[in-house]
């Protein structure tokens, strides 16, 4: 991420947002509250490498990879 967009998301935190949640905050915690935990399937690749995929939520799938199991079931 560049320095200057960095900045500007730091000043206008600043500026607007000092004590706000962020909406995609307020979000989560309404759909966990609603829904429960979001559960994932890790499925290690031919690569080496780890790939987690959303079982149960409900507005499609969550994705993501990492080269240590460890990193993927801590979001790391």
Known sequence: MGILKV??????KFLFYRNRL???INDFTR???NYGPINFNIEE???GTFVAVSTD???GSIITSAKKH???R???
């Open 7 to 12: 900045t500007k998301d730091r000043i206008n």
């Open 22 to 24: 962020p909406a995609e």
């Open 31 to 33: 759909y966990f509250a």
């Open 45 to 47: 690749k031919k690569d």
């Open 57 to 59: 939520f409900k507005y």
């Open 70 to 72: 460890e990193k993927v």
């Open 74 to 76: 801590r979001g790391n």
